[in-house]
């Protein structure tokens, strides 16, 4: 005998039997004492919110300074990703491959299914159907993620397209990705992120924080979608999409992967300084692209999301004015300090620092507090429609040409600003042997280097050596394939200090590969790639920034590079059996420049 509600639909709701199975089933394991179905309406939100705030869920901020906003404040054992408790479940350890934790598919679901029986008694269950993508897109993705977190339900409304749209893009028998969301008792002993590709489907239990639990961001648009991509000829990435349009009205558009925490936001979102007058940025991502080859050849790119879940500490009006914007209305904080007045702040906020405020922990906080008022990933959620750099293509299912895909990873040393890589293969060997220090948007030590192969270590849903030759193999998709380049906003000279001011001047590298792109710009060759020449890159008005800053932005160190080639054995090594052999003689190649 089962106490849960037999789970009745809005009118909405396709008659999409196997949906109705599911679902059916999963109020059976978890029952719930309510199950709510989301439509995705304003009245909707409204009555979330408010129970969301009743329930000290949500905090309501000055509503006069931040219309629609809130602060939700994470259990302090759950504020980021947590890799080591993240699982590939295919059929074989050989399909999940060497870099992510595997589990047999009955193992986990036994496991899973054992932690989620009766876990939603006295609670509701929300039933959040959401559309990856836009209606009419070939690549668009319908998923139904079923939680106990209203805090889940009121994020899955701005990051996605939540609601009637995606029942009715759905249909009576269409596909979706199922998920299951259960926060249990927020212990990190009891948390698994586990993905069954196979099944299309992602459990997630003991965990109510960002991309462990917005189940269409990291889980289905990275992981599963990496895992169809290969299947159905697309690819699935960690990047940001943006637009660059010249003062004659010229557009490119250019996708870019860095790892998490490294400035993706901002890059997507960047106002260029006052030397560039009539060049300007559009956003039509920042953090995942969805590509696939068009009829014409080129390689074509959506932002599946419909809002950002970006880092706010560091965020004002000089390091990305346009976020400030974006996130004054309708946004969720997570873990920002909150001030006497009902407004939120943050290490590296505008303005002066409060006298006091509470802390991301709610506790009393003060300047001469040792610890930070925002976590270190503290962040928003805001719908995208609010970014005044929006780009109108942000909305069209066809997406937009790729001219240029860039890599770019948080690097002290070796890296040079910039360079481009010879062909596709060379891109593709850079673009896997990528490094990064480690950041706050996962769980473990910060500042560490480690290979992010094209940022998406956390996030390929299957064999990386696979992946690698998923890459490899779209070239012959491509006739007119995008130019790819390696960027490194973060070198710092023997001082210590970073040799390129970043934001918003990056605006000057952005030129440059635009430049290339159109056959514009001149470049030399040297054993890692092509580079711009000393001038090459506009520096006029830029303050404090003699050349010889640029000349060592740009240096290339071989005895560095020597040891950088010896660093790659890592993921060489472990990747050995399954690795394309195009990367090994792409190194070997540069071995020999060297
Ligand atoms: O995975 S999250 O969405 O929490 C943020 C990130 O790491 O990019
Ligand atoms: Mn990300």
Redesign the pocket.
């Known amino acids: 005998m089962t106490t849960a509600p037999a789970s009745q639909p809005k009118s909405g709701v396709p008659p999409h039997a196997a949906l109705r199975a599911w679902v059916n089933e999963m109020i059976e394991l978890c029952q719930p004492d309510h199950v709510y179905w989301c439509d995705g309406s304003e009245a909707e939100k409204e009555t979330l919110t408010a129970q969301a705030v009743e329930a000290g869920v949500l905090i309501e901020l000055n509503q006069e300074k931040l219309p629609g906003c809130y602060l939700h404040r994470s259990n302090p054992n759950d504020v980021?990703?947590v890799e080591e408790l993240t699982f590939i479940c295919t059929r074989t350890p050989e399909a999940a491959g060497p870099t992510n934790n595997w589990k047999a598919p009955r193992e986990m679901y036994e496991k899973l299914y054992g932690l989620a029986r009766g876990a939603m008694r006295g609670r509701t269950m929300y039933v959040v159907p959401y559309l990856m993508g836009m209606p009419g897109s070939p690549l668009a993705k319908v998923g139904v993620e079923l939680t106990d977190s209203i805090y889940v339900a009121l994020s899955m409304r701005i990051m996605t397209r939540m609601g009637q749209i995606a029942w009715d893009t759905l249909g009576a028998d269409g596909r979706f990705t199922k998920g299951l969301h259960c926060m249990l008792d927020i212990n990190p002993e009891r948390r698994y992120i586990a993905h069954f590709p196979q099944d299309n489907t992602i459990i997630s239990v003991g965990s109510n924080?960002?991309?462990?639990v917005?189940l269409g961001?990291?889980c289905l648009a990275l992981r599963l979608g990496s895992y169809l991509g290969r299947i159905e000829h697309w690819m699935a990435e960690h990047m940001l999409i943006l637009g660059v349009e010249s003062p004659t009205g010229e557009k490119n558009y250019v996708a870019a992967a860095f790892p998490?925490?490294c400035g993706k936001t901002n890059f997507a979102m960047l106002i260029p300084p006052k030397h560039f007058a009539g060049w300007k940025i559009t956003t039509v991502g920042d953090?995942i692209a969805w590509m696939k080859p068009g009829p014409n050849g080129r390689l074509y790119a959506i932002n599946p999301e419909a809002g950002y879940?970006g880092v706010v500490p560091g965020t004002n009006s000089k390091s990305n004015p346009n976020a400030m914007v974006l996130m004054a209305r309708d946004t969720i904080y997570t873990n920002v300090a909150l001030t006497p007045d009902g407004d939120v702040w943050w290490e590296g906020k505008d303005g002066p620092v409060p006298e006091q405020c509470l802390d991301w922990q709610g506790r009393l906080w003060t300047p001469a507090s040792k610890e930070k008022a925002a976590h270190p990933n503290s962040?928003f959620a805001a719908p995208m429609a609010n970014n005044p750099a929006l780009a109108p293509e942000a909305n069209d299912p066809h997406g937009v040409p790729i001219s240029a895909l860039i890599f770019g990873g948080r690097r002290a040393t070796t890296l040079p600003l910039v360079f481009q890589a010879f062909n596709w293969i060379h891109g593709v060997y850079i673009g896997a042997t990528m490094a990064s220090e480690t950041t706050a948007?996962?769980a473990g030590a910060t500042g560490q280097v480690r290979r992010d192969p094209m940022a998406m270590l956390p996030f390929c849903g299957y064999n990386m050596g696979d992946y690698f030759r998923h890459w490899l193999r779209m070239r012959k998709l491509l006739k007119r394939p995008p130019n790819v380049f390696c960027v490194n906003w973060f070198r710092k000279g023997a001082d210590g200090q970073f040799l390129w001011p970043g934001y918003g001047e990056n605006m000057r590298v952005l030129k440059w590969i635009v430049d290339r792109c159109r056959g514009r710009a001149p470049a030399w060759e040297t054993p890692v790639g092509w580079m711009p020449e000393s001038d090459g890159i506009d520096t006029t008005g830029l303050p404090d920034y003699p050349p010889e800053k640029m000349t060592e932005a740009l240096s290339l160190n071989l005895e560095e590079w020597k040891r950088e080639v010896l660093m790659q054995d890592e993921l060489f090594f472990k990747l050995y059996s399954d690795l394309p052999k195009e990367l090994i003689f792409q190194r070997e190649l540069l071995i020999s420049r060297l």
Do not use: E, I, T, V
């Not at 924080?209 to 462990?212: A, D, L, M, V």
């Open positions: 980021a990703r924080y960002g991309g462990n917005l961001k990291k998490s925490a953090d879940f962040r948007a996962a």
